[in-house]
């Protein structure tokens, strides 16, 4: 099994910036790719940013390029975050990280039911 912590959520005001981190433990072995997902009340969870194993991928959804950057660590991998700037009241939700092993080492997905586990979430709130 492999544990996902999320941690970093919070209030902020619109413009403001929020670090959401996401810690992998357990049985990470061999290459998986780590994604960022949100949900927001009453919508269906949604894809905000991924990142292959070696780092060298990215994907962001449309509503958050260029005011949001995925990155992981280089050497342990194991951690990977998500800087949010330009923070906007629809940026709120709920945020989940989740780590897919089923991708080589360059890949990364959008699709949700593509990743094997999932953090319990982290609240991120933009007040106007």
């Known amino acids: 099994q492999v544990q996902l912590v999320e941690s970093g959520g919070g209030l902020v005001q619109a413009g403001g910036s929020l670090r959401l981190s996401c810690a992998a433990s357990?049985?990470?072995?061999?290459?998986?790719?780590m994604g960022w997902f949100r949900q927001a009340p009453g919508k269906e969870r949604e894809f905000v940013a991924g990142?292959?194993?070696?780092?060298?991928?990215?994907?962001y959804a449309v509503s958050v390029k260029g005011r949001f950057t995925i990155s992981r660590e280089d050497n342990a991998k194991n951690t990977v975050y998500l800087q949010m700037n330009s923070l906007q009241p629809e940026d709120t939700a709920v945020y989940y990280c989740?780590?897919?092993?089923?991708?080589?080492?360059?890949?990364?997905?959008?699709?949700?039911?593509?990743?094997?586990?999932w953090g319990q979430g982290t609240q991120v709130t933009v007040s106007s």
């Open positions: 990142i292959s194993w070696s780092g060298g991928n990215t994907n």
């Open positions: 989740a780590a897919d092993f089923s991708r080589g080492p360059w890949d990364v997905t959008p699709r949700p039911y593509d990743y094997d586990y």
């Open positions: 357990g049985r990470t072995f061999g290459t998986y790719a």
